[in-house]
């Protein structure tokens, strides 16, 4: 078997499927994609929710809740008490399988009916408008967060506490705009950095102590901007970096990233890992075109924020956790040959289902806890699911789903964009693929407007204190207008915001100047501090004694000399940005 070019369906463009990718399909028995890779990886994005939620009541025991599903769209939703509970089951809304209809229809029809958790929270204690959130405690506005405590406003913050504004955090202890770190205490602006102490803007730096400023360092203390400094000279040196204030934030904040950008960074950012291609990936081996992949990963390909001990997977989004055999997933953790499926744990030979807890053999269910033998949500015996499921994905191929832009979905594509629960603006999509209201909508997206707020705003966010030690507890009563004032940054943006009394304390605890915009822009500049997951073709900026664009001076002789280095890579580090860029073995000759 040759590797074959096809044109995707969704953008037109020509994608490849390799012969290994053949070889995953075969032992997954399910036929070649007719999506690209990253159109079938916006298409999952889409169907992950986040970031906006609703007022309203359960449905159930009539208390008041923060829901992710807006009231207008007239779904069942019910608190997380209640969803949990055994006062209700899933198979109370089986229904037969329709053989005069296409089967994605009947499974969209169904996810409509049955029960849906506001937000979901698995053993939390006073976590509000968080959802995702496992064993964890006294957070607000978290997501997918697992056994942490005081996060405030964090993306997947794991084993971590009294944090705030970070993205993907894991043993972090006080830290405030961390991305992408481990074992990191003390910090602020601190991206892609692991085991550092008391460290302040600072980029792929590992080891480090009392360092600001600072790019590409390893096991360094006293530095400010990459210079070294006696201990005595740092203390000094250091005052007058005082984050307390926010010109002096925004000051700190200019020339780090000049250092930065006259800095070489390396392709990719990779450790402890082999024959890898992708970006952000730790401890990981046989894996392709894989972003953020950490912790044991091996033998995937096309993965996102994938980790623990993660296995034998193609096209899988958010999770792992001992995981192995999934295929255009989204979010599973301990399952097992999952296939084309939203939300699977603990879970078995899954196909086609969404937020499935336990159990085995289930195709076109949603909502189910430790269920087996289900079709769209209806209980049969082993027999009768065993002889009706190849009569159902036969149908789906002589009577297939076509979307709206005549999208042709049979058995082995991913649901259908349109039968997401959310709107693409309040996905995971619009975070990493953003796009405007009219484009979604010309791509078959639902889009929802912004709701009317009726709070006034009371101070605009340049009428704040530039230093912390001038703001006064009557903080708390202020409703602060966002930087951005709601105007079409494209970022969610709330156009004003409150300091929550914890967050006050934080900010002076760790003397930081308030904050300017609110916290979805936040979140959102915070994305961009990470590469997308995409790669391109490269070839290394070195020069030979320095950089190609002449801004950097190598310190060290590299393989080749004076001669401009021959290495070319594959990079989510497009040749449209700043960076300069090299490849491993001129990065290890700077900086290792």
């Known amino acids: 078997m040759n590797s074959e070019k096809k044109c995707c369906q969704n953008c037109k463009k020509d994608f490849t499927i390799e ?73 109370d ?36 408008y968080c959802h995702g959130c496992i064993r964890s405690k006294n957070c607000t ?31 972090a202890d006080h830290v405030y705009e961390g991305v992408n770190i481990g074992g990191v205490y003390n910090s602020k602006f601190i991206y892609f950095s692991d085991e550092c102490l008391d460290c302040s803007f600072v980029f792929n730096c590992l080891g480090c102590s009392d360092c600001f ?52 960074r390396r392709f990719a950012l990779i450790s402890r890992s082999s024959d890898v291609s992708g970006d952000d990936i730790q401890n990981t081996k046989n894996c392709r075109v894989c972003f953020s992949a950490v912790y044991g990963v091996e033998n995937c390909k096309f993965i996102f924020h994938g980790g623990l001990l993660l296995k034998d997977s193609y096209d899988f989004t958010l999770g792992g956790d001992n995981s192995e055999l999934l295929y255009e997933v989204s979010g599973s953790t301990q399952s097992q040959r999952i296939l084309f499926t939203r939300g699977s744990n603990e879970a078995i030979d899954v196909e086609y289902s969404d937020q499935i807890y336990g159990g085995f053999n289930l195709f076109g269910c949603t909502k189910l806890r430790t269920k087996k033998y289900c079709i769209l949500n209806k209980q049969y015996t082993k027999e009768e699911y065993e002889k009706l499921i190849p009569k159902i994905k036969k149908h ?25 629960l959310w709107a693409y603006n309040e996905s995971w999509a619009h975070q990493y693929f953003p796009i405007k209201k009219e484009e979604a909508i010309k791509q078959g997206y639902k889009w929802r407007d912004s709701i009317e707020r009726d709070y006034k705003v009371s101070i605009k966010s340049g009428d704040l204190p530039d230093h912390i030690k001038d703001v006064l507890d009557s903080i708390l009563d202020e409703v602060i207008e966002c930087e951005h004032d709601g105007s079409d940054c494209n970022q969610q943006c709330t156009a004003a915001f409150r300091i929550l009394p914890n967050e006050l304390q934080f900010y002076r605890q760790m003397n930081l100047a308030l904050p300017r915009l609110c916290p979805n822009c936040r979140h959102y500049e915070r994305l961009k501090k990470a590469n997308p997951p995409k790669l391109w073709h490269r070839k290394c900026m070195c020069g030979g004694v320095g950089s190609e664009n002449k801004e950097y001076e190598n310190t060290a002789r590299h393989f080749h000399a004076t001669d401009p280095c021959p290495n070319e890579f594959e990079t989510a580090i497009s040749d449209s940005r700043e960076e300069i860029v090299y490849c491993e073995k001129c990065y290890q000759s700077e900086f290792i």
């Open 19 to 91: 012969i290994e990718d053949f070889s995953f399909y075969v032992k997954m028995k399910v036929p070649p994609p007719t999506f690209c890779p990253e159109c079938r990886l916006i298409r999952r994005l889409a169907f992950r929710e986040e970031r906006s939620f609703y007022k309203d009541e359960c449905a159930k025991c009539g208390e008041k809740i923060v829901s992710l599903f807006a009231p207008e769209t007239s779904f069942t939703v019910y608190c997380s008490s209640c969803w949990w509970s055994d006062s209700w089951d899933g198979t």
């Open 93 to 128: 809304y089986g229904k037969d399988y329709d053989f005069s209809k296409p089967f994605f229809e009947q499974l969209y029809e169904l996810q409509k009916v049955v029960p849906l958790q506001a937000t979901n929270l698995r053993n939390c204690t006073d976590c509000k």
């Open 141 to 171: 506005f978290v997501f997918t967060s697992l056994q942490s405590i005081n996060c405030y406003y964090c993306e997947t913050p794991v084993f971590s506490r009294d944090s705030f504004d970070s993205n993907f955090i894991m043993n």
């Open 213 to 264: 400023g600072c790019v590409n360092l390893r096991n360094q203390k006293y530095c400010i901007f990459n210079q070294k400094y006696t201990k005595e000279d740092y203390k000094k040196e250091i005052l007058r970096w005082d984050l307390g204030s926010y010109k002096i934030i925004e000051e700190a904040r200019k020339k780090f990233t000049e250092l930065y950008y006259k800095t070489p």
């Open 396 to 420: 789906m191929n002589d009577m297939p789903y076509i979307d709206s832009n005549g999208r042709i979905y049979k058995y082995g594509e991913f649901c259908p964009p349109e039968h997401s």
